[in-house]
């Protein structure tokens, strides 16, 4: 039996998918779950409409992101933290720091975007990766310094 999928089926295809299955596999399992049509005309086309619609989504977000980019390239952010009588700084800048300047500048961005591999524990200037969408990305200077 031909279906067309719905949804990803490991082992089987993705979303989109005009695949050969047996007749007790589809009528037991991929068609009551939700994850495969019977590949007549009419879903085939209702799956490609879905297609088409999240195609056109992505497209809107990756454009969302690339003004975003725009926005934030070249951006500096200023932290002060409190050092101690050696010169060592107490705690450490995260995230959540970041995201909290850039509000401050009117520029909104979810801390789980900003790509930091560990805090930023010492003074000085560092270069932060910030991805808005998976084929774009910003750079941000973030200055640490002392209190």
């Given at each position: ?11 089987w295809?993705?979303l ?41 989504k ?90």
């Amino acid at each position: 039996m031909k279906v067309i999928l719905t949804k990803d089926v490991e082992g089987w295809g993705t979303l989109g998918d005009v695949i050969e299955v047996k007749d007790g596999f589809a009528r037991n399992y991929l068609i009551p779950k939700g994850f495969a049509y019977p590949a007549t005309q009419e879903y085939i086309r209702h799956v490609r409409d879905i297609l088409n619609q999240k195609a056109r989504k992505l497209q809107r977000e990756k454009e969302k992101a690339l003004e975003l980019a725009k926005k934030l390239d070249g951006v500096e952010v200023e932290i002060k933290r409190p050092i101690g009588v050696t010169g060592k700084m107490y705690g450490s800048v995260g995230t959540a720091d970041i995201a909290e300047k850039l509000a401050e500048k009117g520029i909104e961005i979810d801390k789980k975007k900003i790509m930091l591999r560990s805090p930023l524990r010492n003074l000085g200037s560092y270069n932060v990766q910030i991805k808005l969408h998976p084929e774009v990305s910003a750079t941000i200077k973030v200055h640490v310094q002392p209190e």
